[in-house]
Structure formats: structure tokens, C-alpha cells
């Protein structure tokens, strides 16, 4: 999308003044620093390092899983969409949020209940250890691996616009550079680390929004619907506030909708690092108080975001937006610029920056986690490691999966953020969340049940991408010159989930072994219980 | 301090979970012994099964309600363009007032769980957790959770 558009409006384009954001950056990095310094002290024991010792409160771990979850491609791609297609845009921030009930309702509670760093202590938890721990680990490091690559690929788009580096080697040196900030954070702050920096940036974006959207209705004197008269007259188009503009064009659009808005529901209470963040916390009302919190904040930043989406629209128009370097990204960051000069633009930039930041810092602590203590400690050396050896293996992979993540976002610099961030939610949702939910809540399912479900929805949901028009044969395919797709939507929710969810049935009825009773009986009495739960870490 | 008891605690805990083949045989080299609490005992005490069913006859019914709602707004989003598209005042039109009405829904089922889950979950897990910790101090002490 933002490569075909034609640059007629270059000259314009470059607006603000790129050294006062790399100030205002690189003074959040400054401050999240020291932050993360003395938050690290304590940081000795694996419980420190990858539950920040479940000393978080409630408001607390509900303000970072919303720095979490509100990531660039929420922020500046959301309000990019409502700007350009209208309405559209809109349903994908209602999907963002209402799956936070599957979260608060199903999940939250019952995994802090029983789990300890990982979502695989949940899902092995009364099953085969070695062989669920694997699969539960596979599909964790799938997700965050295109969630990463994602987040990274959106930095480098993103510099071209706030910093003026247009060229290939600019951009790669901006995500190199993020790269290295990150692993730092993570190496350093542990999870501690990683959840203050989170706290810091998901304050900023949503005061930072909240000043955008008061801003913008002030100007249109609190009437909104005079900011919508002002969005359809800039655009010329009166079903700018109606549904269709995007997803309405053909019959296969209208079902790829479907699929998206299915991926999007499930998906959010299976993503790992989300999950990970309910550990931070000492007690199972702690994990709830912490999404009801997450809610509320989302909440509003989705209304927020509603309102700076026609803003945009309003004040500067499609035609500028898509002219910008950025493309659709830009409609926040010019919306910014067109309130408040230079310096408002920089603190929009800043913490656009400092929301890819705290998202891959998260992204990298939840694989490193899985890996160090999923794989490493408890199926490579079976169980037989102290907490510090595991510790010392997850900070080794948090410089492999920098490196990785580095690379990979320099190599995916151009593609589809969108489409990345889709296929993570629709990859979680048709990998985890069915096991996650039989697991805890369904007396007879077992092993093979579990493995059928994980490894078929994680295969389906990747073959389906694979032959999908994102990957080859059209317009803005990954690869445009040949056409292997067959599977006609971009997203695969609206098969893999449900074939994912039979899958779990039929491996469960098909196996002939049964799982100990005694291990379900506990599962259940502690999740619903809370007795026996892991309790905060007192230094 | 008391990490020290609770890691060493947690150490036994994850031990037996080596098992390549079958379950959590208690029994297996290496397994700490068998655990004082029956499980099976407390999932069939009539508290636990009334909070059980407290617990579900809250969450499934409000997860399908909930699903249900969403998905009727995305079909009418995405099939009933001019339905939602009829003005209701000024340029604000039904599907603007539908995606707000979702926002609304989200946050009052949440409000509503949460004073469910404090009235009616809360005490009753409560009670039987102290039940259970004071039945056996020594599995449960902590809260390190060493139950194999």
C-alpha cells in the first residue's frame, strides 16, 4: 500500500523538525532508563526475572497489559484507517476490545491460578509434560516471532516519516538501533523492566490521545457530529461514516471480514505475552482487578481513537495522508502536527517510538521465558536446572531473539504491518485458545487431544497464509510475480479456529489413554480455588 | 527469605514432571511422596461444586451472549451497509451508535462480573482455600503449592 502510491506531495511531506523528536525519544529512553535501573536491583531469582516477582498491583499490571496490547499498529494504524476508509477502521478497534472479555471471563483468573511463568505450565499442567510443554512452546515463540517482525518492520516505516530518513539503509539503521534499546531493556530490567517501561508509555500514548481528542472536538465546538460533516466534506465521500469502504468492495472481502473479526476476538486471551503479564501479579483478583483496569483504558483509547480517525480525515484529507511517506501510519503523527506545531508532533513521535519499544520488550521476555524455562529447563535438562542457570539461558536468548528480530525487521521492512499483526492473532487464536479453554474447562480432554488441536491450528493457520493472496499473486502480495494462492482470504481464522477446536474434540475421543483424574481434580480446585497458587516474592 | 523455602519447595514441585511416557505416576523414581490433599475428595465436596457451578452458570452463558452480540454487529457491518448506515441525528448514524453500544456492553459486563465475582465467587473460594490450607499447613504453606 504505501509503496504504490504515488509521491506527488513530497515536498510537503516532511513536517516538524526530526531533531527535536529524536530529542524528545531520546529522552523517554533517558528516563525508562533509570527506571529500569532501579527497578532491577532486586531482579536475582527466576520469579524476579520473569514475574517481576508477582509484585505488581492490579492498576498497575491493567496499565502495562495496556501498554502491551496498544501497539503502533493499533495507535498509528487504526486512526490511518478510520482517516481513510471510514467506519471500517472502527470495527477493527470494537474486535481489539470486546476480546477482552474472553480474557477477563474464561482465561485470567484460572491461569494465574495455576501457572507459574509460562502459558505451557497451564496447558501441561494435568497432561503429558514433555510433549505439551513442546507444542505449547512452538506455538508461544510462533506468535511472537510474527507479532516481532511486525512491530520491527513498523519502525522502520514509521522513521521515514518522523525522523526524515527515507533511504533502506537509514531505516535498517533505526531498527538496529531499537533492536539494541530493547535487548538492553529486557537484559537488564527483566520483566520488572519491561513492565515499568510499558506503564510509562501506555500513560503517554493515552494522555498523548486524550489531548489529540479533546483537542479535536474543541475545534468543532463538542459536536460530533459537525467533526463528521467536516470528515465527509474534506473526503467527498458521505459513506465515510458508514460501513463497506473497505471490507464491503466484493463477497470474499465481506467473509475476509469475518474471518479477521473471528481471529480478532479469539485471539487476544491466547496471545502469550499478554497471558504472561496475568503472573506479574500476586493473587488471581489482582490478575482480574488487572484486565478490568486493561478494559477501561483500551476502552477509551479505542473512542479516542474514533474521534482523531475522522480528525484526520477532517483537517488533513485522504489525499495528504497517503501522499506522506508514511502512507496510512501518518494520519496520527500529521493529525499531531496540524494541533500543535513541531512539538506536539515530536511527543506523538516519541511515543509512537516508545510503543514499538515496550512491545517488543514484552514480545522478547514472553519467547525468552518460553524457551529458557518451556524447552531449556524443564524438557532439555527435565526439570534438573537451578532457577539461576535458567535465568542465565533466558538472558542468552534475549540477545538471540534481538538479533533475530533485528534481522527480520530489516527484512521485512516494506511488507504489510497489518497483515502481521493479523496472522499473530490468528495464529494465537487458532493454536492456543482451544486447548487453553479445554484445558480448563473440560474434564475429559488429554494429551493427543491437546497436541491434535496446537500443532493442527498453529499448521492450518500457517499453510493457509501461505497459499493466501497476502503471500502471492496480487497487488500487494509479499511475492507479486507468480501466483500459488488458492486459499481466496487474508486471514485463516474463519477455518483454522474451528478446525482447531475439532481437532482438540477428535484427538481427545480418539485417544484410548485417559490422563490421571487426581491431576484434573487439582487443576480444577486450584484454578478455581486459588489455593496453592504462586505467591509474590518478598525481598 | 521466604523465597528460599519456596523455591526449594517449587524445585520438587517441577522434578517429577520428567515422565516420558504415562501421567504423573506419584510413584515414579524420584517423586517426592504422594500428596496428603485428594483432590478428587475436595472436587466432590458440595462447596466446591456449588462454586463450580457459580462460576460456570456465570461465564458460559455471558461468553455466548456476548459472542452473539458481537457478532450480530459485525454481520449487519458487514452485510447491512445501508441499515447501519440510516442517520439518526445529525451525520451520527446506527452503526456509529451500534459500535458505541459495544464499547457500553463490554464495560458493563465487566462491571457486572466483577460484582458477581466479588459477592458470589470470592468468599465461597475463599472459605475453601483456608479449608484447605489449614487441613494441610504443610503442602499448601507459602503458597509454594508442593501437591505431588
Known sequence: MIQSLPRQAVESTQVGEPWLNML????????????????????????DYYAAGRSFTGPQNGTAIAGDYLSAASFLGIVGAIAINGYDGFLYSIGFLVAWLVALLLVAELLRNTGKFTMADVLSFRLKQRPVRIAAATTTLAVCFFYL?????????????????????????????????????VLIGGMKGTTWVQIIKACLLIAGAFIMTVWVLAIYGFNFSALLGAAIETSGNPDIVGPGLQYGATATTKLDFISLALALVLGTAALPHVLMRFYTVPTAKEARRSVVWAIWLIGAFYVFTLVLGYGAGALIGADRINGAPGGVNSAAPLLAFEL????????????????ILAVVAGLTI????????????????????DPDGEVKVARRTVIVIGLLSIAG??????????FLVALAFAVAASANLPTIIYSLFWKKFNTQGALWSMYGGLGSAIILIAFSPVVSGAEKSMIQTVDFAWFPLSNPGIVSIPLAFFLGWLGTVLSKETEDPQKQAEMEVRSLTGVGAEKATSH | MLYAVQRGLAETREAPNEEVSMGHDPSAPGAPPATPV??????GRPRF?????????FVFPMAAAFL?????????????????STPVFGNVNIGLIFGLLQVASTFAITMWYVSYANKHLDPIAEELRNELESEAPEVFQDGAGGTK
Do not use: C
Open chain 1, 24 to 47: 524528545i525519544f531520546g529522552l523517554f529512553v533517558a528516563v525508562t532508563m533509570v527506571v529500569v535501573l532501579r527497578a532491577s536491583r532486586n531482579n536475582s531469582t527466576a520469579a
Open chain 1, 149 to 185: 517482525l511486525a512491530q520491527m518492520a513498523g519502525a522502520g516505516g514509521l522513521v521515514s516519516l518522523l525522523l526524515g530518513i527515507d533511504d533502506k539503509l537509514g531505516q535498517s539503521l533505526v531498527i538496529v538501533v531499537v533492536g539494541a534499546l530493547m535487548i538492553l531493556y
Open chain 1, 340 to 355: 500543535g506545531g513541531p512539538l506536539l508532533l515530536g511527543v506523538i513521535s516519541a511515543v509512537a517510538f516508545a510503543t
Open chain 1, 366 to 385: 514472553t519467547a525468552a521465558a518460553s524457551f529458557a524455562h518451556d524447552i531449556y529447563a524443564n524438557v532439555v535438562r527435565k526439570g534438573k536446572v
Open chain 1, 409 to 418: 525487521g530489516i527484512g521485512a521492512q516494506g511488507q504489510n504491518v497489518a
Open chain 2, 38 to 43: 485428594d483432590f478428587t475428595e475436595v472436587q
Open chain 2, 49 to 57: 461444586k456449588e462454586l463450580r457451578k457459580r462460576h460456570r452458570s
Open chain 2, 68 to 84: 452473539l452480540w458481537y457478532f450480530l454487529y459485525v454481520l449487519l457491518a458487514d452485510y447491512a451497509h445501508e441499515f447501519m
